[in-house]
């Protein structure tokens, strides 16, 4: 996952979730509470949760400022400043576990319910249509002719 911060100047910081440390991970899960697991605070950065997000970035600011106290660390303006955002290898699992489903059934329609959603929560929407040519299903990509019509 994506994490975006952008300044009072409009700079723009990113940081993935792929590059935490297990030690970094374990203090976000603490400042959460420590009662939620991983897999749950990725569900509340998707969902851009402030506490998470904050949660987030906080440690990301950590690595440069280690006196940086969770309790402390605010983000004035953070619906509009901080989001969180998947990145292509979390559109490839998700494409993954919908395929099964769909091949099994022989139906796209599961997949391009996802679509919208997807390209929403995606850094780069066009991920979301590289990773459906990856599976075979580039006909679903929004306004892409089929070249055998």
Excluded: C, Y
């Amino acid at each position: 996952m994506i994490i975006t911060f952008v300044g009072d100047d409009g700079s723009t910081e990113r940081w993935s979730t792929e590059d935490l440390s297990a030690l970094e991970a374990a203090a976000i899960e603490e400042a959460m509470g420590g009662d939620i697991p991983w897999r749950g605070i990725e569900n509340l950065l998707r969902a851009q949760d402030v506490t998470a997000l904050r949660a987030a970035l906080w440690v990301f600011r950590r690595r440069t400022d280690k006196g940086l106290e969770f309790a402390t660390f605010d983000v004035p303006g953070w619906k509009r400043r901080l989001r969180a955002r998947i990145e292509r290898s979390e559109i490839d699992d998700v494409f993954t576990n919908v395929m099964s489903q769909a091949l099994a059934n022989n139906e796209d329609a599961s997949i391009d319910a996802l679509l919208p959603d997807l390209r929403k929560l995606a850094e780069d929407p066009a991920d979301v249509d590289a990773a459906l040519d990856a599976l075979g299903k580039g006909h679903l990509v929004k306004g892409r002719q089929d070249s055998a019509a």
